[in-house]
Structure formats: structure tokens, C-alpha cells
């Protein structure tokens, strides 16, 4: 008998342990993960080396921190409209392409709008209280807790923008969620447990 396919989408909060909870969740139903590898496919797909992707960010007409997670900030770059626009076409394909072939989970790029009419899709929001974002990040990331305090304001603000610009709604909208869960409650290993069971439940597997 043929397994039934599904998608999940999972649109989180910075600091809120989205993206360890969706990689564990993964290799619990034994499905594939797709994160920031879609960028760089959909870099590749436009001939942009991934490097070019590193260029965009680095001509971004507002100030941010400068460090490791300008990615997650811009995860399209920031240079021109245009450039942006064709990434992201590319991306939408790609999220298409992965959802059509095979089960899988996929953090962010807009994938809960993108998937919004696939018959098989569950899409979750995770968030944290934000001091305990804030620790997260101090704990998980690295980072001193001012830089923490500052990437939370600044990820949030951009993850927030884009989302809307192409969604047209922001990632923390109920209208377009199934699950939205406070991943404090349960931590990563509890709250990707109570996922991946709820994930069973809607699909039947």
C-alpha cells in the first residue's frame, strides 16, 4: 500500500527553536527537511552563484548587525526588486517541486502560502514568550544578550515584511495555520513529539 503524501510547513519565531524542532520532527516521520538549501537551489536554478546571494545581502540598504544570521533576515538578499522577485519565483517552484515529489517538513520561504491549496498540507506556527527567546538564543545561538535582544527585534521586523510583501498576510496570522504552539511549554524534544503525534493523527499514518 502506497504511503500517503503530506507537507508540513513550519513558520517560527526567531529564538523560538523552530528550526531544531522541525529537524527533529523530521527524523521522526522519516521524512526529508528543506530549509535554506531552497535559496541556494533557487540561486543556482538562476545561474546566481550562492556567493551572489552572500553580494545581494551585503549591498542592503539598512543597517543591521552584521553576523552570521543576515540569512535569516534576508533570506532573498535586499538589492533589487526585481533580482528578489525572480529568487523568490524560483524558490516558489522549487517548495512546488519538493511538496509534489515526496513528504517532507519546510521552515519558512513563505511555504504556508505557496502550499496554501495543496489537499495535503499542514501548516504550524511557533513561538516563544520572548524572554525565553532571548535565553534561546544566548544558550543555543551563542550570541551575548544584547546582540540577542537586538537579532530578535531585527529578524522578527524582516521576517515579518517579506512575509507580508508575497504572502499578504503576516506568518503569525491564525487565518492561515492549523497548529500554533508556544514551544516553552514542552521544549524541542516535547514539542516536536506533540507535533509529529498531531502530524499522525491529521494524515492517518
Do not use: W
Not at 17 to 33: D, N, Q, T, W, Y
Not at 117 to 124: C, F, K
Amino acid at each position: 500500500m502506497e504511503k500517503k503524501k503530506y507537507v508540513v510547513t513550519i513558520a517560527r519565531q526567531f529564538g523560538s527553536l523552530g528550526r531544531p524542532i522541525a529537524m527533529k520532527m523530521s527524523e521522526k516521520l522519516g521524512v526529508e527537511f528543506y530549509d535554506r538549501d531552497i535559496v541556494e537551489e533557487a540561486a543556482k536554478k538562476l545561474n546566481l552563484p550562492v556567493s551572489k546571494i552572500n553580494e545581494i545581502e551585503e549591498s542592503a540598504k539598512k543597517h543591521v548587525v552584521t553576523n552570521n544570521f543576515r540569512r535569516m533576515m534576508y533570506p532573498l538578499g535586499t538589492q533589487t526588486d526585481d533580482l528578489q522577485n525572480q529568487l523568490f519565483e524560483a524558490q516558489e517552484n522549487i517548495i512546488k517541486f519538493l511538496a509534489e515529489r515526496e513528504s517532507c517538513i519546510i521552515v519558512g520561504r513563505c511555504s504556508d502560502f505557496i502550499l496554501a491549496d495543496e489537499p495535503n498540507v499542514l501548516r504550524i506556527y511557533i513561538y516563544a514568550p520572548y524572554e525565553a527567546r532571548v535565553k534561546n538564543c544566548i544558550e543555543d545561538l551563542k550570541l551575548e544578550e544584547a546582540e540577542a535582544r537586538r537579532m530578535i527585534k531585527a529578524v522578527d521586523e524582516a521576517r515579518d515584511h517579506y512575509h507580508m510583501h508575497y504572502a499578504g498576510f503576516l506568518p503569525n496570522d491564525q487565518r492561515f495555520k492549523e497548529i500554533m504552539i508556544d514551544s516553552s511549554m514542552l521544549g524541542t524534544e516535547g514539542t516536536a513529539d506533540y507535533l509529529v503525534e498531531a502530524v499522525k493523527r491529521r494524515f492517518g499514518l
